[in-house]
């Protein structure tokens, strides 16, 4: 069966770095596309990134500069590189793949938490 394990998530300190990666495995031999959302509590889902089929990346406005968003189609992972991180990025993480970049096939994580607190 289709499988995304987020990792890297954990406790830091606003101004700090995290690099949060997605695996993904079982039935997934590729995908075009994929990102990473979040979500905490009291506010609503939020699409954090997302790279499409021609590697064209996309940012909500509150993470651009200060997030990237890279993948390594061989090894069949995403990566988020956080940097600069604010409280207000504290959330669950969650990856997802779209295997065609259509909004048809699309799997999800479980999702990482990442606490930004001093």
């Known amino acids: 069966q289709a499988q995304l394990v987020e990792s890297g998530g954990g406790l830091v300190q606003p101004g700090g770095s995290l690099r949060l990666s997605c695996a993904v495995s079982g039935n997934i031999a590729s995908f075009k596309a994929a990102g990473w959302y979040r979500q905490a509590p009291g506010k609503q889902r939020e699409l954090v990134a997302n790279?499409?089929?021609?590697?064209?990346?996309d940012y909500a406005e509150s993470v651009k500069g200060r997030f990237a968003i890279s993948r390594d189609k061989a090894k069949k992972m995403v990566y988020l590189e956080m940097n600069s991180l604010k409280p207000e990025d504290t959330a669950v993480y969650f990856c997802y793949v779209d295997l065609f970049d259509n909004n048809r096939w699309v799997y999800w994580g479980q999702g990482t938490q990442v606490t930004v607190s001093s």
């Open positions: 790279i499409g089929s021609g590697d064209s990346t």
